[in-house]
């Protein structure tokens, strides 16, 4: 497994049964956190939606989706979700969540085109989140205060794992940095993507890298994004585009910047218009999801996804995500794996 990272000497610092349980701390410390800092109910999420509605998740639009026929609906097709950006917005409009207030859920989810290493696994679980925006707040200040929120709940998490478990010392900076893709681009011109973002971690420790999804002065992206969730074409205060980003830290167990969160503000019926034209996917606006953000019958929001098991793993300080969730794994890095130390469960 060539893109199987081994830590020189790396030993598990716990235990299979303190793993099980500073898994469970974790889980249900973070949340009730995040809940608190973001003000959001807990709602019941589904596994699989229909085919064709424009609810599920393309991520970069390459990704396979599982999919089933259900026989009692004449074999229609089901698909097991990727993410749950689209159905939160749709499930903030049905249950009439007010501006300032939001929704989280248990994400699970099956990628089967997902490469296999230490950080990615056939099994995603995530907190997916989403709240409602009020008028005024579409803008970059504010998602930069919703990271800050997230970050602090972060930090309080590693301190509780720390007073548990006095042999996972933190590692995490008190204060998360923000930059721009286009910005990174420009501090690091001969690099790819992934290794500005291990550059700039390095740097830093913790940051929000901004304005991911559409074409930077290269001509590249810096990564992929669906064209209808997240916002990366809007012009924000910085001078540059993008609502969106993602949440990276710098992990020194693998010695490799760690992605735990992608969210930002989604799409108006503008900024899904012009997206969609860019990416050529002008035939989902007669979509279902689609046609409820274009007739205005959807509120502007704020979401994304945190990584559960990535969390989990970062702050037991353990080198592969199978040492924290339950997968299917190829036999060979399962074996590489035990050679170097991680068990994977």
């Known amino acids: 497994m060539s893109k199987l990272i081994k830590p020189a000497g790396y030993k598990a610092a716990l235990d299979l049964r303190q793993t099980e349980q500073g898994i469970k701390m974790i889980k249900d410390f973070f949340q009730q956190n995040l809940a608190t800092e973001l003000r959001l109910r807990r709602v019941t999420a589904p596994l699989f939606v229909l085919k064709g509605l424009g609810i599920n998740d393309d991520l970069n639009g390459v990704e396979r989706a599982v999919t089933f026929p259900i026989k009692d609906l004449g074999d229609q097709k089901a698909e097991v979700v990727h993410s749950l950006a689209k159905w939160k917005r749709l499930t903030l409009a049905e249950y009439g969540i007010e501006p300032g207030y939001g929704i989280y859920t248990d ?45 602090s709940a972060l930090l309080r998490t590693e301190f509780l794992v720390y007073e548990t478990y006095p042999q996972l010392k933190p590692f995490l900076p008190k204060e998360i940095h923000f930059i721009h893709s286009e910005e990174l681009l420009k501090m690091y011109p001969g690099m790819t993507a992934k290794e500005r973002e291990d550059a700039i971690c390095k740097k830093y420790g913790a940051v929000f890298v901004m304005g991911i999804g559409g074409k930077l002065s290269d001509g590249e992206k810096h990564d992929g994004r669906a064209p209808d969730y997240d916002d990366w074409t809007t012009p924000n ?16 167990v693998l010695g490799h910047s760690v992605e735990l969160s992608s969210m930002g503000i989604r799409v108006d019926k503008e900024a899904l218009l012009r997206q969609l034209a860019l990416e050529g996917k002008e035939e989902r606006k007669e979509l279902y999801f689609h046609k409820r953000l274009l007739d205005g019958t959807l509120p502007q929001s704020i979401g994304g996804g945190i990584g559960q098991s990535r969390l989990c793993m970062i702050l037991l300080h353990k080198a592969h995500v199978g040492e924290i969730q339950a997968s299917i794994w190829p036999e060979q890095q399962r074996k590489e794996c035990k050679e170097a130390g991680m068990n994977l469960i």
């Open 107 to 151: 994400m699970n989810a099956i990628r089967a085109d997902e490469e296999l290493d230490n950080l990615h696994s056939l099994y995603v679980d995530q907190w997916d989140w989403e709240a409602v925006m009020a008028d005024g707040e579409r803008n970059i200040e504010f998602l930069k205060q919703v990271v800050r929120r997230i970050y």
């Open 237 to 252: 205060s910085d001078g540059f585009f993008g609502l969106n980003g993602d949440i990276l830290i710098w992990y020194p």
